[in-house]
């Protein structure tokens, strides 16, 4: 989250600071550090750790308690726990989501280098844009990401499912190899193949996709050395060049499938670059599977550890919509 609004106070209020020279604190990459408020927190940050997912929940609980809206000078972020957030999301043009896909922690320049040379031009396809690129953008992807489109998945994911959940029934009856792996029986592949297949990608990509998602992630949010950063960076440069593909073969070939509907739509008129739509097939091959296969597995990994909420789900199934909303809530996935 970034402040836009600057020199007229923190729009949180950080006290003394507020209005002053140093108030209005800029948080995301490329904003001055000078210009961020003092810290309150000491040297503890409440036990945050911004790269430390394992159990980062007892910090979250401090932090709610101690500092709700907490200026973490390491990251350059603020970091907003309580029901505030809806506040910053709801005021688009003070807390802009400009910097929303900038990495967190700055890109070295071997990465820089390998990305520059590779042609990768990516940013985002609509989370980081603001108005009113986003406007137009949206404007068009929402025409061709229809409810339709994804509806005649439904059958297709609920045979999957269950072929997946039958073949690990059927190893659990098997005595030699006599259990089932949700990450690698089910989250991984069936978010996945669920978002190539509108795309109109090839299902043989999927391990390359994961490895593209993974890097994506780790580059973004992640606390990669400079040396580590490589490899994700040519990881990044496939990534790039096979969304540029996708535009391309739906320019040669047509297609049924969403970017086809873009270069159709591109076609008739509508304002969209290449470049634009290559962004929303890089956002979509990240954003329509990475989420739900964490989704998938958090759930699992949070309701193995609670037997009784587990009988319960099994007991009257038509609490399990709940169950989600209350893990999307408590261990997001995005
Ligand atoms: C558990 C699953 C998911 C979670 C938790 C999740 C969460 C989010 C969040 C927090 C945002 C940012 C919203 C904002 O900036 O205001 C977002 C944006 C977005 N997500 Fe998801 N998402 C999920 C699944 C998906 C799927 C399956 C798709 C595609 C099929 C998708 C496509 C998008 C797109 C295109 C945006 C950008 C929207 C915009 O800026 O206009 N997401 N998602």
Known sequence: MSLETQG??????????????????????????????????????HGYEPFQMKNPFPAYAALRAEEPVMYDERIDLFVVTRYDIKAVFDDWETFSSGNAQAPVRKRGPQATQ??????????????????????????????????????????????????????????????????????KDLAYEVPTITILTPLGEDLAKLDDYKRWSDSRAAMTWGDL???????????????????????????AEGGDNLIADLVTAQKDGAEISDHEIASVAYSLLFAGHETTTTLISNA??????????????VEDPKKIPGAIDEVLRYSGSA
């Not at 209020?13 to 209005?19: D, I, N, S, V």
């Open 114 to 183: 390998i990305m520059n040379e590779g042609g990768f031009t990516a940013y985002s396809g609509l989370s980081a844009r603001i108005h009113p690129e986003h406007t137009r953008i949206r404007g068009i992807v929402q025409k061709a990401f229809t409810p339709r489109r994804f509806k005649v998945l439904e059958p297709f994911i609920r045979q999957n499912v269950a072929d997946r959940l039958d073949a690990m029934i059927a190893r659990g009856q098997d005595t030699a190899t006599h259990h089932g792996e949700i990450v």
């Open 8 to 45: 007229t106070g923190c729009p949180f209020g950080f006290g003394a600071q507020a209005g002053t020279d140093t108030g209005a604190a800029p948080a995301g990459a490329g904003h001055a550090p000078s210009s961020a408020p003092a810290a309150t927190h000491g040297a503890t940050h």
């Open 300 to 313: 699992l990994h949070l309701l193995a550890a609670d037997a009784a909420v587990w009988a319960q789900l």
């Open 225 to 251: 050395s400079d040396e580590e950063q490589i490899p994700h960076a040519h990881n990044l440069v496939e990534y790039w060049q096979a969304c540029l593909a996708l535009v391309a073969k739906a320019h």
